[in-house]
Structure formats: C-alpha cells, structure tokens
C-alpha cells in the first residue's frame, strides 16, 4: 500500500515521503496516529500544489535573506559593559543582546540561531566580530565594538 508520509517516523519514512509499505502496519499504525495517509489521486495533487507554494515561499525567504544579510554585511554595533575598578568586566553580551541591538539600530528582526559568537559570548572590551548566519549561503560579518560604562 503507497502511502505519503506527514510526520517523520524513525527508519521508515520523513515528511513528504512516499513509500510502499505493509497494509497492516499503515491501517493499525501509521493511519491512527496521524503519520501517514493513503496516497490517492486527489492527495497526490494537493501534496503538489503544496511543495509548489513550499518552493515559491522558499524562493522568497532566500532573496529577502539575502537583501538582509547585504544590509548587515560589515555593519557595526556598539555595546557598553559596566566594569570594576580593576578594568574587569561585569557581565557578558549574549545573542538576546546582540539581537536586541540588531532590532533597534537596523530594524531587522533575527532569531538566536541566526547568531554565531566565536566564543559563546562577548566579555572582553575590544573589537570582535559576530557572524549572522541566515541561510547556507546568506551571511553577514558584523563588527562589535565593546566599551566600558
């Protein structure tokens, strides 16, 4: 029995997939549980349509990070840290900052996976770069610059 596969089921088959398998394990198991549904004419053409509007949305979000990771490219942003009287520092930057500071000086909204810190986080008073990583081949190279308080 053919059948396309809506959620991914560990070493049969992932979303999308279409797949022979035995009748009785697709009507006592991957059917009740939502998994899967019998591949018929009329679900073949709605699984179409939909990868073709999945595509053009794709295509979409691709030149937009691309427009995105251009306007970022080279960039800088300035964060202050609050020091002790030694010239440590007193606390780090993390992502939710760096994100925080995207959003307010370039109005670009991004998420933490976006963001890839060498280190994990910035704790030094120095130049540094952050590297934002929208797609495979949709990058930015941003310039920190971190001063005392």
């Avoid at 993390?94 to 996976?113: F, M, T």
Wanted: with cysteine.
């Amino acid at each position: 029995m053919k059948v396309l596969f809506k959620k991914l089921v560990v070493n049969v088959g992932h979303p999308w997939d279409i797949k022979d398998v035995k009748p009785g394990y697709a009507m006592n198991c991957l059917f009740p549980q939502g998994l899967a549904v019998e591949l018929t004419p009329s679900v073949e053409k709605k699984m179409k349509q939909e990868l073709k509007s999945q595509d053009k949305h794709n295509r979409e979000l691709i030149e937009n990070r691309h427009k995105i990771s251009e306007e970022l490219n080279g960039k800088k942003l300035n964060f202050t840290l609050k020091t002790w009287t030694n010239g440590k520092v007193f606390g780090w930057i993390w992502e939710k900052d760096i994100i925080r500071a995207v959003k307010k000086q370039y109005k670009v909204d991004l998420a933490k996976k976006h963001i890839d810190l060498p280190s994990g986080h910035i704790k030094k008073l120095w130049e540094t770069f952050i590297y934002i990583k929208l797609w495979k081949d949709a990058q930015a190279k941003l310039t920190a610059i971190v001063e005392s308080k």
